[in-house]
């Protein structure tokens, strides 16, 4: 299954953020090496960042997002939503199957 991570920043642990950067940067290539997340990023206004996680239930996705530096830290709060993928990139491209199994190879 498929969830949607939010990250939000807390505006008062800004510099906490920025030293630990690096750290949850790292964090976020490991979980893409491990399949496990399919796009990360912030938004543009900088309020969240946001990941597409596949995870085999809520609670897995809720303790695999739980270990982003930035959450055991305090620096930011998370809130993880299940989300039922229909439809990827164009209607001819790989199918949502085709992405599970790609993540899966790792």
């Given at each position: 299954?498929?969830?949607?991570?939010?990250?939000?920043?807390?505006?008062?642990?800004?510099?906490?953020?920025?030293?630990?950067?690096?750290?949850?940067?790292?964090?976020?290539?490991?979980?893409?090496?491990?399949?496990?997340?399919?796009?990360?990023?912030?938004?543009?206004?900088g309020?969240?960042?946001?990941?597409v996680?596949?995870?085999?239930?809520?609670?897995?996705?809720?303790?695999?997002?739980?270990?982003?530096?930035?959450?055991?830290?305090?620096?930011?709060?998370?809130?993880?939503?299940?989300?039922?993928?229909?439809?990827?990139?164009?209607?001819?491209?790989?199918?949502?199957?085709?992405?599970?199994?790609?993540?899966a190879?790792?």
């Amino acid at each position: 299954m498929w969830y949607i991570v939010l990250s939000q920043s807390l505006p008062d642990k800004e510099e906490s953020k920025q030293t630990h950067y690096e750290e949850h940067r790292q964090w976020l290539d490991d979980q893409h090496r491990a399949g496990r997340l399919l796009f990360s990023g912030p938004t543009t206004d900088g309020a969240y960042g946001i990941y597409v996680m596949l995870a085999r239930s809520l609670s897995e996705a809720e303790s695999i997002a739980a270990q982003d530096p930035h959450h055991i830290r305090g620096i930011r709060k998370m809130e993880v939503r299940e989300w039922r993928v229909h439809r990827a990139f164009r209607l001819d491209g790989p199918s949502i199957v085709d992405l599970e199994r790609i993540a899966a190879k790792e």
